[in-house]
Every structure is written in structure tokens, then in C-alpha cells.
């Protein structure tokens, strides 16, 4: 039985590895259905309150997908402006409500801590998709299970690899995330470049140094780094004080494909949570790595799809009779063909 079952999704640290390897295989499986080969009802009538008082395309998007894809329904509330929160009502007030209305709950927030608080006022299972600065546990499964398939294409893995950790690592809650989970981990060497500023924070760095991990600190991309990994990352311009601020980071970042091959090896895997800032004046992933067979951030997207529906198919109890309620895909589906 999963330990998931009926259990809040609030931090990455309430996973060992037992859990996330039983996660890895029942994500596993939902490919066939995420591919439209075939399709499942074993979630019909349930409903998920999909509530996203952040901007979000991919997570927003892709937990309703997962949900839809196991045959459930998705209630969405999109923007604080739209929300009775922006009328004062309390984080658990709303929480008692719409988990009355709901049968799992995923939910992205601005401030630190908010989640866990709703999860308090919730009768219901409640999946942080991103919580402030703080955590994005979701995005961090998803960016260790497509680690570990990009690796082990390479036939390498996630014990001893080495991963470059690039731009924002002070307010860019994906790569705390990530880093916390890595602690799992044995011997990884992390490169972290940032500027000073936007080191990576103490409390994330006391994590990785207590796993036995080896760090190296730099403010700029520089030398060659025989990096397995090279985690891009956005400058996170809605978390700093003034526009101005975050303006004098955005840029100073840049990935094309000419520094790519001046940095890495021409195996490492470039991975990115998205959205890419793709102004010119950041820039910070250029298009012209669209044709690199590296760059991995399109099968990472693809894979937060199984990995939401297995934390779905977990955390509801159905992760071993999805199949029970397997019905034919009745329309042409390109997805059909990968
Ligand atoms: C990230 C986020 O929202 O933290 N995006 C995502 O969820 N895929 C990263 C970002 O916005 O830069």
C-alpha cells in the first residue's frame, strides 16, 4: 500500500527513497494513457480544485491533464484577483470550503508557508505547486525522474553525478526543491553559479553538505565543467523589490549554443523548469539549442504529466486498479504514434 495514500504533498522532505522509487514506477506506467493509447476512467467522478493564485502555465495546466487523464474532473480558480482571498477571507476558511468541494486539491500560492497553512483547513489531500520562494516539490520529482532517464540513456546515474546549478538559486524554489531531494542521493557534486546575491540560501546549502555532497560556489559560468547536468534557471524578477532590481541579473545568464559547447561536455543533459525568459535582453536559453539532442526541457514538461498522475493515482488509493478501468481511445491521437 502506498504511504501517500489520503497524505498532504507539502515539501520534499517527507520523501525517502522507498517513496520516490515507488512514485518513478507508477509514473511509469501512466505513459500508455499519457500517449492516448489507451485511456482510464478509474478517477471518474472525482473533482480537483485546481487553485493557482500565481501565474502558472504547465503546472496549472498539467496537474488538470493528469487528473483528466485518469478520468476525473478538474474545478479551476485562476489569479488572487478572482479569489475571495482578495476580499480578506482566511487561507483556512477558503481551505474548509473548497475541500468540501473537492477530492484532492493542488495549490500555488506567493507567500512561503501558505500552503501548509491551507492544508491545515483541508479535509483533503492538498499538493503544493509551489509555495513562494520556498518549494515546488512536484517540479522537483518530475526534474529527478527525468534526471535519471536522461542518465541512464547515457548508461550513468544519479549517485556521483555531477549537476551545474545556474542563475537564480535564491528565490527559484524548483532548484531548493531539487536540491533537498538530491540529499537522497550518494556523492553528488553540485556547481552552483549565482551571483552573490542570489546565492543559493543557507538553509539548502546545510542539506546538501550534511548528505556528504561536494559543492563548488562560482558568481560566473567559467572553465570547462564536466557537468552531467546544467539546470538553467529564470531570474525570478517577481520576487525582488522593484523591477529595476531584478534587471540587473536578468541577462547575465545566457545558454546558446556556442557556450554551451565553450562549458560542457557534449553529453551534458540541459534542463530548465520553463518558463525560459526569451527577451533579448535575457535570453537566458537561446533558441538555437532547439535542435541540441540535450536539451531536455520539452521531455521534462512531457513528464510532469505521469509524474502528477502518479502523485493522483497515490494519493487517492488507485494506483493498482487504474488498468481495471481501461477503455479504448475512440479518436485519431498523434500521441498514439511516439
Ligand atoms: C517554475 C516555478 O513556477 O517555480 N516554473 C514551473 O513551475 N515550471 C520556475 C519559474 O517560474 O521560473
Keep these: 500500500m502506498s504511504n501517500l495514500k489520503g497524505k498532504h504533498i507539502l515539501s520534499v522532505n517527507q520523501f525517502d527513497a522507498g517513496m520516490i522509487k515507488q512514485i518513478f514506477h507508477v509514473a511509469d506506467q ?40 485518469l478520468g476525473g474532473h478538474v474545478r479551476e480558480t485562476a489569479g488572487m484577483a478572482n479569489s475571495a482571498l482578495s ?23 506567493p507567500d512561503s508557508g501558505s500552503v501548509a497553512e491551507f492544508a491545515e483547513g483541508s479535509r483533503v489531500p492538498v499538493i503544493n505547486g509551489g509555495d513562494g520562494a520556498n518549494e515546488h516539490p512536484t517540479q522537483a520529482l518530475l526534474d529527478l525522474y527525468t534526471i535519471e532517464k536522461e542518465l541512464h540513456s547515457h548508461g550513468d546515474k544519479i549517485d556521483g553525478m555531477h549537476i551545474a546549478m545556474i542563475g537564480d538559486l535564491k528565490y527559484g524554489r524548483t532548484v531548493h526543491s531539487l536540491s533537498k531531494l538530491l540529499s537522497l542521493y550518494k556523492n553528488i557534486r553540485f556547481t ?54 531584478a534587471n540587473l541579473y536578468r541577462g547575465k545568464f545566457r545558454l546558446n549554443q556556442q ?31 532547439n535542435l541540441n539532442p540535450n536539451l531536455a526541457i520539452f521531455r521534462q514538461a512531457d513528464n510532469g504529466v505521469l509524474v502528477r498522475m502518479a502523485l493522483f493515482a497515490l494519493t487517492l488509493g488507485v494506483e493498482n486498479i487504474i488498468s481495471d478501468y481501461d477503455c479504448p481511445v475512440q479518436w485519431y491521437s498523434r500521441k498514439g504514434e511516439q
Design 87 to 109: 476580499k480578506g477571507e482566511s487561507l483556512y476558511d477558503t481551505a474548509r470550503v473548497l475541500s468540501s468541494y473537492s477530492d484532492v486539491v493542488a495549490m500555488r500560492h
Design 259 to 289: 557556450i554551451y559547447t565553450q562549458h560542457f561536455q557534449s553529453k551534458t543533459v540541459i534542463m530548465h523548469p520553463l518558463p525560459r525568459d526569451s527577451r533579448a535582453d535575457a535570453n537566458e536559453l537561446d533558441n538555437d539549442l
Design 30 to 69: 501512466m505513459a500508455p494513457y499519457a500517449h492516448r493509447k489507451k485511456r482510464t476512467r478509474v478517477l471518474d467522478g472525482a473533482i480537483l480544485g485546481n487553485l493557482f493564485f500565481e501565474p502558472s502555465t504547465r503546472t496549472r495546466v498539467s496537474f488538470g491533464t493528469a487528473f483528466n487523464l
Design 192 to 245: 552552483l553559479i549565482a551571483p552573490k546575491e542570489l546565492a543559493m540560501p543557507a538553509s539548502v546549502m546545510d542539506i546538501i553538505d550534511k548528505a556528504g555532497h561536494q559543492f563548488t560556489i562560482r558568481e560566473k559560468l567559467e572553465g570547462n565543467l564536466d557537468a552531467d547536468i546544467c539546470y538553467q534557471t529564470r531570474i525570478q524578477e517577481e520576487r525582488f523589490s522593484s523591477q529595476q532590481e
